[in-house]
């Protein structure tokens, strides 16, 4: 009886001893409301610059891609294209005997339309290239019609909503011809009312090219007889659009505009907005954004201007363009960025 009292007695120690361990373990050993202090350490990486980009003192047409990362030029011959990250440089490469005629950024990514021209017995044939500086690629797109040898591609507009490219070409004279080129490499001449044309564009959304008549100082929109009359306006000057298909156009006197129109190409003009200026403005010196927004640039001053805020952006040295987002100069033989933000 003692025997057996005994044993009573050390399995309710042992099983004592043992509940007592799994209330700790459960309770403090393992508890999920035990308090654990951590501390996150976070690794700072410093804001990688830009490189130093040198631009030769002979380099021409100087221009950067849409967001500012490239930077192209003609050197001699040679179009050069340099990643303003990295300082890396790339010759855009060609067949013997073609030159470059004209090239241009796209509006939305880091690729440049390139017209070719290789002269033979008194012509020239154009060739419309792209080069795609992400990849260092560059294809063929279309070959224009052979031309005289003093023909040159004085602009090329495009838009990536409608897949449509238009090509000015200049002739002897400055007799103007304008070739559209579709989504399917189709290409056609297009029926203007003007033999010398100047500036031209082109809407985001509608396929339609927008050019200025030289002789008569005309506006006209392609599918459209009549030019754009604006009351009052005796010299318009196509300024450009934007994103929405809004339209701007100059009044221009002695090369300067003090006023811009605005409005939609199948809107009454006599409805059209206006802004003033408040002073007499380059023509050239006037930069319309796709999202609306009008800069203005004063080389002398080293300072771009929002239109309607008035706020005020300086650079260094001598303007090349507005991108997204900055203003490229060239200071002290290279290219500097300042911010529009």
């Given at each position: 009886m003692k025997v057996f009292k005994r044993i009573i007695v050390w399995v309710a120690v042992s099983l004592a001893i043992q509940f007592a361990g799994l209330f700790y373990i459960n309770n403090y050993f393992l508890s999920s409301q035990t308090e654990i202090k951590t501390k996150k350490v976070l690794k700072s990486e410093p804001k990688k610059e830009d490189a130093v980009i040198k631009i030769p003192q002979d380099a021409k047409n100087v221009s950067v891609s849409f967001d500012g990362k490239y930077l192209a030029y003609y050197q001699g011959d040679i179009l050069k294209v340099v990643d303003s990250k990295t300082g890396d440089e790339k010759n855009v490469e060609f067949k013997d005997g073609v030159k470059v005629s004209f090239y241009k950024w796209l509006k939305d990514r880091n690729r440049m339309l390139i017209a070719e021209k290789e002269d033979s017995n008194g012509s020239s044939k154009f060739n419309l290239s792209y080069y795609e500086a992400d990849k260092d690629i560059k294809e063929d797109i279309k070959e224009l019609d052979w031309s005289d040898k003093n023909a040159q591609i004085d602009d090329i507009q495009e838009s990536p909503f409608t897949n449509v490219i238009y090509v000015k070409m200049e002739s002897k004279g400055r007799r103007t011809n304008i070739y559209r080129i579709n989504i399917m490499n189709d290409m056609q001449k297009i029926s203007t009312r003007s033999y010398i044309i100047g500036k031209i564009g082109i809407l985001s959304l509608d396929d339609k090219l927008i050019y200025g008549d030289d002789i008569y100082?005309?506006?006209?929109?392609?599918?459209?007889?009549?030019?754009?009359?604006?009351?009052?306006?005796?010299?318009?000057?196509?300024?450009?659009?934007?994103?929405?298909?809004?339209?701007?156009?100059?009044?221009?006197?002695?090369?300067?505009?003090?006023?811009?129109?605005?409005?939609?190409?199948?809107?009454?003009?006599?409805?059209?907005?206006?802004?003033?200026?408040?002073?007499?403005?380059?023509?050239?010196?006037?930069?319309?954004?796709?999202?609306?927004?009008?800069?203005?640039?004063?080389?002398?001053?080293?300072?771009?201007?929002?239109?309607?805020?008035?706020?005020?952006?300086?650079?260094?040295?001598?303007?090349?363009?507005?991108?997204?987002?900055?203003?490229?100069?060239?200071?002290?033989?290279?290219?500097?960025?300042?911010?529009?933000?």
């Open positions: 100082h005309n506006i006209y929109v392609t599918g459209r007889e009549n030019p754009i009359t604006i009351k009052g306006v005796k010299n318009p000057t196509w300024i450009g659009s934007d994103e929405n298909d809004k339209i701007y156009i100059g009044d221009e006197e002695n090369g300067k505009i003090s006023n811009i129109y605005y409005g939609n190409i199948n809107t009454d003009e006599n409805n059209y907005g206006n802004i003033n200026l408040n002073q007499s403005v380059d023509k050239d010196d006037i930069f319309v954004m796709p999202s609306g927004k009008i800069y203005i640039n004063d080389n002398l001053k080293g300072v771009v201007t929002e239109v309607g805020t008035g706020k005020q952006y300086t650079y260094k040295g001598n303007f090349i363009q507005i991108f997204e987002g900055g203003i490229a100069s060239i200071s002290n033989g290279q290219l500097e960025k300042a911010s529009l933000n």
